[in-house]
């Protein structure tokens, strides 16, 4: 467990006098030993004393040849690929990497008494004796005497990749004399804004030999820096190199997960999932195993939006919500936003899963792939053209038919269940300043129940970004995305009302954004536009056995454009605020009837006064509001911060369901002149404070929320046979508030994070317009509702091939509507009902497990394998998903169902060419 | 009954599922007024049945005695009805007449003097039931190992020539079963074998009528004609004696009203939620009843009104294992013995297999302890 974040030794590192000075001879026996037991012999014997991470020196046993040797030699001899440092004080470090002062706390226990901070006295040419990983040339950037006139000047430039002078990401670069850090954006570019003078510049990324420059700068400059990839090193974990980035930013319930951090976090069924690891963050819940939606922060799943390459999924499972339809092994990682959402966001009020899938690489083909009790997946990468253009291709398919085949029942047997889905991502660099990339995804769900009930869903589409590069401080990005999301249904169930029926949503988006990055502001604007058209295929007849009279169904569409920006200002080091504009014009538009019912009157068809008919792309009607968001940050210290926000949101596209959970055959159905576009608005304040000597983060947010003319289903309206969705739903408020508290520990032998979140969400569906109303008119608890919860995720290294990973979760089980009494009806036993949501079902509590053993690890070889065995539910508590009454034989029986409610083990192996890293 | 789609579907995920009885507990109960009632096109009496509503943990009919009940017709006729048991208010053969096209009120008055009212119902045109059938069809079950066979009834309407009917289903079996068993003889402790007693051979065969506990609704709207062809009705199982030998199912049709319709179909979708992939919100069917000061007082039950057809079938026990209870017969020596040291005489001797006989209780001779009447009813058409 190494650091890699920046490391320079800073001693006074003296290697004659570690020479002729001071040196010592030890005594030791001719044996064979461990080679931790002999650094503690030595130690008790010769007043000195190792320090070493005793993960990153593995405990060998050795053989030692002589009875006396320099200890120099015994160490240089017996650690020979480790680096040994000592301070002439009898202290002796050994490491894999260099050691920065300031690091060996956290590095070694605390064991180590701090001497005085020597840089200063340190001399040009010393590092290049230690490792010819730094460079200590003095670079000497504008002329001295030209600089009087500046107060300030920049400094600017590219970190790139040796090879192939790819742009390196997330790459730190740390003045060490101000103690100032930045890190590269995407196309490898930093900036800093330093007074006239001599610095020095420390370079350290994860996966690159970090550098160090000495720089003399009088002027604006370029310094681009080349960077050599890592020789590969097992010990690694992935550790957000943003080290205290969550302390200065401006963002506020954000979360970056990356795929390699939750490699190991145990699956249902193996199946490696990224977005299911988000159901661990706090403010995000679920209804249960088998529902596709998220619900943050006490919103209806609706209000959320994934995002795949900037293309928008609005189905984002397989199998009723089992599996997320994205193969994690393509996945490189996502942002989530909760609060604070970006300005180039608009048009959802909760939340927005912003997936990246990785690139192709450009240096050479490489393949990889995987099989589980479900499913296959099979990923290929590589150039088209070495170092310009690189493609990756992801496969993966259910072959779950198998499984059900075995079990001894008719209508299982014969029933199928298949998924599969598969993206391509082409990254075209054409030179510096411009890179394109075209990504296409196409995810699809099929399930045949023999009784009578088949289902399909897709999601399909492209999108194609160009990103474009004016200079260092202005940027561009545009990209247009066309996706669709489909369903068919064909129920024949009961073979006189057998029916068929389609549904297809198609969505286009075009989005320019700007990017403006000013010495104390960072700028951004754009553009955006949005065009829907949602067809409703005719509800037909299943065949000659069916009686059911065809209904045709009219379509939607609108087109929402929007102009947005938004800055954020650094007022000073401590204070940054950040506010943004988005104004949406949006239209409705035709071909459509549009009914006008009486005022004042339920909105039925008998109150049905008159009748429009639109033209096509007649504009019905156009609605225009602006989108408000603010926040600040103040920063008390390096590790210590708080911040405000406040955002103010529409939405115009919303989901029928009249179902607890998200169903493939949701519909989705746009603002239009019955039903107004949903408004948010959401407050949040939060403290960050970071803990860097034990690297661990810590959080608590507080949030309100309010949602007017939330789209609530009226009670008992059936929609598949309506044409007219005005009439099934009902437009109420949503109030939600809570606060949640994170403690994170992102790196070191154990890390992970728990969280505790309290929240309350409540839902008054109430139109004091049309005087309809569910329950009563009075507030019920939203059915995702969950009081507390907490989650808690560790990850344990046992060596360097096996680690072990856990989830513990606990929430307050959801909201139910419970019989309370009994009555008869013409004989027959009916149940009366609480009001809504008023009881809850048995709280929730899971711990998953899974094992992860690595291949071996050397560096050359023909491919790696990485097997994963899981344990999902080892408590095999039966988690009650749903309660359900019903008449039995003249009585009411309640049932508890659980979902995976036993232990479910897995079996999962990967494979991929080349080693274990790359 | 169908299976149960998401039990199903869990079982497709590697039968990862289970289903539990689940038992509530700390249920706030409310005791509410229920009001069950029809008055149709038939000859009167029309019974409304007043009751309050029961905890779940002890669901029974607790009747509500010594309201004043009436029923009025749009065309002048006011009735005030008798309660003839606790919580049964019966009209007259006189009084109120139910009519095609007449509108019908009911009007409560509790002895605390709370006073409810229905809105006016309209009585709607008959439509003649056309069909009910039955056809052999196999449950595959989850609870049982094997997939019980049984008869699924189907109904079918005559054509209209309205485009909007609406159609409620009640139902009442009859069936004819025998016992497990024929007595061949008695034997008393001192040996004697009796070969012959008229009273056994009487309690042989009976007859047994319920009211099926299941009703249906269904629309023609949504049909190209406004006729429904083969809808499923209730599933009678080979778990029970029902089908052993011969059984009749009457089914009545009430033709309803829009209102009537979306009530009772809102009962029934919760009386029969068999989906719980989708877990559909339950909620209250609010009635047509309401307390004339309080209009927001929650109040069960629905006055309906509707014009009434009905048809019998008889079905022939169908070629298909029966998996029912049956009575113990001891036929090994020894038990035989036991069971004369512990029990009294007379011993009751049937016929197991040709030339073998046992012992059996004597309840399991008399066919009345299943229910039933050993008498034929008026109705019932022999094969």
Not at chain 2, 21 to 37: P, W
Not at chain 2, 75 to 101: A, D, F, N, R
Not at chain 2, 253 to 264: H, L, M, P, R, T
Request: aromatic residues 14%.
């Amino acid at each position: 467990m190494k650091l890699k974040i920046l490391i320079i030794s800073f001693f006074f590192f003296n290697i004659s006098s570690l020479i002729f000075g001071q040196e010592k001879y030890i005594y030791v026996k001719k044996q064979t030993v461990k080679l931790q037991t002999i650094l503690k012999n030595i130690e008790s014997l010769n007043n000195v004393t190792f320090f070493y991470n005793k993960d990153s020196i593995p405990n060998n046993i050795i053989k030692i040849e002589e009875d006396s040797i320099l200890l120099s030699k015994f160490l240089e001899k017996t650690l020979i690929k480790y680096n040994i440092s000592n301070d002439n004080r009898g202290n002796y470090f050994l490491s894999k990497t260099f050691i920065l002062q300031k690091n060996i706390d956290a590095l070694f226990n605390n064991k180590y008494v701090k001497t005085n901070n020597v840089f200063k006295k340190g001399k040009k040419g010393k590092y290049l004796e230690i490792s010819e990983n730094y460079i200590s040339d003095n670079i000497i950037i504008g002329k001295n005497n030209y600089s009087s006139k500046k107060q300030k000047v920049h400094l600017s430039g590219i970190v790139t990749e040796n090879a192939d002078s790819s742009p390196v990401n997330q790459v730190k670069l740390t003045i060490v004399e101000l103690n100032k850090s930045v890190l590269t954006n995407k196309t490898g570019f930093y900036e800093f804004y330093l007074t006239p003078g001599a610095y020095t510049i420390d370079v350290s990324s994860m996966i690159m030999h970090k550098k160090m420059y000495k720089i003399s700068i009088y002027d604006d400059g370029k310094l681009n820096i080349p960077l050599q990839i890592k020789s590969y090193e097992i010990d690694e974990i992935t550790i957000s190199a943003n080290q205290n980035e969550n302390v200065k930013s401006t963002n506020m319930g954000f979360e970056k997960i990356t795929a390699k951090a939750i490699k190991n976090l145990p699956s249902i069924l193996g199946e490696k999932d990224i977005v299911k690891a988000a159901l661990l963050l706090p403010g995000v819940q679920t209804i249960g195993e088998l529902s596709s939606g998220f619900n943050v922060r006490g919103s209806p799943s609706d209000q959320n939006i994934f995002y795949i390459n900037n293309m928008p999924i609005y189905n984002s499972s397989h199998v009723f919500g089992l599996f997320t339809a994205f193969n994690g092994d393509a996945i490189s990682e996502f942002d989530f936003y909760k609060s604070n959402l970006p300005i180039e966001y608009g048009g959802h009020l909760s939340s927005i899963f912003n997936i990246e899938t990785k690139k192709g690489n450009k240096q050479h083909f490489s393949a990889r792939g995987g099989i589980g009790p479900t499913s296959g997946r099979v990923l290929i990468e590589g150039p088209l053209w070495k170092e310009k253009i690189s493609y990756l291709v992801s496969l993966r398919s259910s072959y779950s038919d198998w499984l059900l085949s075995l079990i001894k029942n008719y209508d299982i047997s014969n029933s199928s269940i298949s998924f599969y889905d598969a993206l391509v991502n082409v990254t075209v660099s054409i030179n510096k300043k411009n890179d394109i990339d075209l990504f296409l995804y196409n995810s699809n769900d099929l399930s045949d129940l023999v009784f009578g009930i088949k289902n399909q869903y897709s999601n399909i589409g492209s999108s194609i970004r160009w990103t474009h590069n004016f200079n260092e401080k202005f940027k561009s990005e545009f990209s247009f995305v066309k996706t669709q999301y489909a369903f068919t249904e064909e129920n024949s169930e009961i073979k006189y009302l057998g029916y068929k029926h389609s549904f297809n949503l198609n969505h286009n988006e075009l989005k320019l954004l700007f990017k403006y990055y000013l010495q104390n502001n960072h700028i951004q604007f754009g553009f955006n536009t949005k065009d829907y058209e949602l067809k409703i295929g005719d509800l037909l007849p299943l065949n000659d056995a069916s009686s059911i009279k065809p209904i045709q169904f009219e379509g939607e569409q609108a087109i929402s454009n929007s102009i947005f920006a938004s800055d954020k200002w650094d007022i000073s080091d401590k204070l940054s605020i950040k506010g943004g504009l988005r104004y949406t014009n949006y239209s409705y538009l035709g071909a459509r009837t549009i009914y006008k019912y009486e005022n004042n009157t339920p909105r039925i068809f008998d109150n049905i006064i008159d009748s429009t008919k639109y033209g096509k792309n007649e504009i019905i009607n156009n609605n225009s509001n602006i989108d408000y968001r603010f926040s600040v940050k103040y920063q008390f210290n390096r590790a210590t911060s708080v911040k405000a926000s406040y955002n103010m949101l529409h939405q115009y596209i919303f989901m029928l369901s009249n179902t607890v959970s998200v169903s493939p055959t949701s519909r989705w159905k746009l603002s239009d002149p019955n039903i107004k576009p949903m408004k948010g608005i959401q407050y949040s304040i939060g403290l960050y404070k970071n803990f860097p000597k034990n690297f661990i983060e810590t959080s608590i947010e507080l949030y309100y929320k309010d949602v007017n003319n939330l789209v609530e289903y009226k009670d008992g309206a059936v929609f598949i046979q309506n044409k007219l969705p005005e009439t099934n739903v009902i437009q109420g408020n949503l109030n939600s508030y809570g606060f949640e508290i994170m403690l994170k520990k992102k790196i070191g032998k154990l890390n992970g994070w728990v969280n505790y979140t309290y929240s309350n969400a409540t839902v008054q569906a109430f139109d004091m317009g049309t005087g309809e109303m569910n329950n009563l008119g009075l507030p019920y608890s939203a059915n995702y509702d969950r009081p507390h919860a907490t989650n808690l995720t560790l990850n344990y290294k046992f060596s360097k091939r096996v680690s072990v990973s856990t989830n513990v979760i606990y929430s307050t089980g959801r909201p139910v509507t419970y019989p309370t009494s009994i009555y008869y009806l013409n004989g027959v036993e009916i149940i009366g009902f609480s009001g809504r949501n008023e009881y809850r079902i048995p709280d929730y509590f899971r711990t998953d497990i899974s094992i992860n053993i690595e291949g071996n690890l050397k560096k050359y070889k023909f491919a790696h394998s990485f097997w994963s065995i899981g344990f999902y539910n080892v408590t095999a508590r039966k988690n009650p998903y749903s309660i359900l009454f019903q008449n039995e034989n003249g009585e009411i029986k309640g049932y508890k169902v659980s979902i995976l409610g036993t232990i479910i083990p897995s079996l999962t192996y990967n494979l991929k060419f080349g080693n274990y890293e790359d | 009954m169908k299976i149960k789609f998401l039990y199903l579907l869990l079982l497709l995920l590697l039968i990862i599922s289970c289903r539990e009885e689940f038992f509530m507990d700390d249920v706030k109960s409310e005791q509410l007024i229920v009001v069950d009632g029809f008055v149709t096109n038939d000859a009167p009496p029309y019974i409304i049945k007043l009751s309050l509503s029961s905890l779940t943990s002890e669901p029974k009919n607790i009747p509500f005695s010594n309201c004043e009940v009436i029923i009025n017709d749009d065309k002048g006729t006011i009735e005030k009805l008798t309660e003839i048991s606790q919580g049964v208010y019966s009209s007259s053969k006189t009084g109120v007449q139910g009519t095609v096209g007449n509108k019908y009120q009911l009007s409560i008055k509790t002895p605390k003097g709370k006073q409810y009212r229905s809105d006016p119902q309209e009585m709607k045109e008959s439509i003649e039931i056309d069909t009910v059938s039955a056809e052999l069809a196999y449950l595959q079950g989850v609870d049982f190992p094997y997939s019980l066979p049984g008869y699924q009834f189907y109904i079918s309407t005559k054509a209209t020539t309205t485009q909007e009917n609406y159609f409620f289903w009640d139902m009442s079996e009859t069936y004819e079963y025998d016992v497990d068993n024929e007595l061949k003889f008695i034997e008393t402790r001192f040996g004697e074998i009796i070969y012959s007693n008229p009273r056994y051979d009487t309690l042989k065969t009976c007859w047994k009528t319920n009211k099926v506990n299941y009703f249906f609704t269904g629309k023609t709207t949504n049909l190209e004609v406004p006729l429904i062809t083969n809808k499923p009705l209730h599933f009678v199982s080979t778990e029970t004696k029902k089908l052993t030998k011969r059984y009749s199912l009457l089914v009545n049709q009430f033709v309803i009203d829009k209102n009537a319709y979306n009530y009772w179909k809102n009962i029934e979708s919760q009386i029969s939620n068999d989906n719980f992939l989708s877990t559909t919100q339950p909620f209250n069917s609010v009635g047509n009843i309401k307390n004339v000061n309080n209009p927001e007082e929650k109040i069960w039950g629905y006055f309906t009104v509707a014009s009434i057809s009905n048809k019998r079938i008889f079905i022939n026990r169908p070629i298909a294992p029966f998996y029912y209870p049956t009575c113990v017969v001891i036929t090994d020596a020894r038990s035989i013995s036991e069971y004369k040291r512990t029990h009294r005489d007379p011993y009751f001797y049937v016929e197991v297999s040709v030339g073998e006989y046992g012992i059996t209780a004597e309840r399991c001779l008399d066919c009345r302890n299943y229910g039933g009447k050993p008498s034929k009813p008026s109705f019932w058409i022999n094969k």
